[in-house]
Nanobody, 111 residues
Framework: EVQLVESGGGLVQPGGSLRLSCAAS????????MTWVRQAPGKGLEWVST???????HYADSVKGRFTISRDNAKNTLYLQLNSLKTEDTAMYYC?????RGQGTQVTVSS
């Protein structure tokens, strides 16, 4: 059974940083494309970033240069490093494999 458990969210001031983690079980995430998506209050899901099985990474224009996706194959864990955070980055963040998502982790950017 595929399970994804996100963690690492929190309250941070504008300009701050966070690192989100997504612990995967039931499959080897190194063999699949893995994605981070987010949902801001009152809005739909927004694609944030993807890392494919070959390690190639892709980012939404809104986060390019500020966020970094990576994975630790030994720990079977996906990461998203969030730097230079803006208030508009406030959202619930989910990791996703084949449209299966975890419970999410809340990121709130506020002064």
């Amino acid at each position: 059974e595929v399970q994804l458990v996100e963690s690492g969210g929190g309250l941070v001031q504008p300009g701050g940083s966070l690192r989100l983690s997504c612990a995967a079980s039931g499959f080897s995430l190194s063999l699949y494309a893995m994605t981070w998506v987010r949902q801001a209050p009152g809005k739909g899901l927004e694609w944030v970033s993807t890392i494919n099985s070959g390690g190639n990474t892709h980012y939404a224009d809104s986060v390019k240069g500020r966020f970094t996706i990576s994975r630790d194959n030994a720990k079977n864990t996906l990461y998203l490093q969030l730097n230079s955070l803006k208030t508009e980055d406030t959202a619930m963040y989910y990791c996703e494999k084949d449209q299966v998502r975890g419970q999410g982790t809340q990121v709130t950017v506020s002064s």
